[in-house]
């Protein structure tokens, strides 16, 4: 029966989203899956096969699998929210304020944020840690209404989630797009990231505006490679944007989602 196999992952999935398979633990073997719900060794492959391209269990054949991690689904503002993403995941979230300046826009800048001649910005940088480990370096240009918002909130502290602040304040963040791609560290990348320069490093370029589609911030973030992996799902419905925190040992430890 065909939908034989996507029952059989659903209640894998679920076991391992419930701990009965933790990460690091060994499904069962084909064989035991096979004669435990009455399949073909092939069903139970490509039940395998969902699982391992979801990230949650290793993809080596001949061998009982190795679940990796459950992956945890996100909304559109965790996506956008550092702070609420790590909870998600089980991480306390913080952050160290690098600076916040108002100043003319650069010719990029003003071109994302549809700046009209002689207007200002603020520009916000910030290293952000999962549960006191240096992963990211966040700058964002904010429009200058919202940046006038930005400074009251991180002058209140460190560990503020912009974000999460700004939607109490009425602000709306409706719609982002993203750019991701790999880059060596700078300088000043390496210096507050604890790595060495030229350090590989994820950068996702961000451009969100509110529900009249006016542009709200424009941000590059970089991400250590080893912290944070990004996966993108297709399909003839939408597309989504999946950002993973990666470690040494597991293929994913958290994901979010934003539909394009």
Known sequence: MSSLYRRLADELRAGIADGTHPPGSRLPSESELAER?????????QAFTVLAADGLISSRKGTRRLVLQ???????????????WAASIGETPSGRLVSLVRREPTELEAGKLELDPGARIYHLTRLRLLSG???????????????ALVGGI???????????RLEELGVVFAHAEHTVSAIPAEAEDADLLGV?????????LRRTTDPADRPLEWSDDRYLG??????VHNSVQASTLIRSSATATTATQGTKEIST
């Not at 060495?196 to 996702?204: F, G, H, K």
């Not at 080893?226 to 996966?231: G, I, K, L, Q, S």
């Open 154 to 164: 991180v002058i209140d502290g460190d560990d503020e989630s912009v974000t999460i």
């Open 133 to 147: 480990r240096p992963v990211m370096v966040e700058r964002t240009a904010y429009v200058e209404r919202i940046g």
């Open 37 to 45: 719900y009455g399949a073909s060794r092939g069903t139970v492959r």
């Open 70 to 84: 459950q992956t945890l689904v996100q909304n559109f503002s965790q996506l956008h929210s550092f702070s609420q």
């Open 226 to 231: 080893d912290a944070v992996a990004f996966t």
């Open 196 to 204: 060495r320069p030229r350090t590989p490093l994820l950068r996702e």
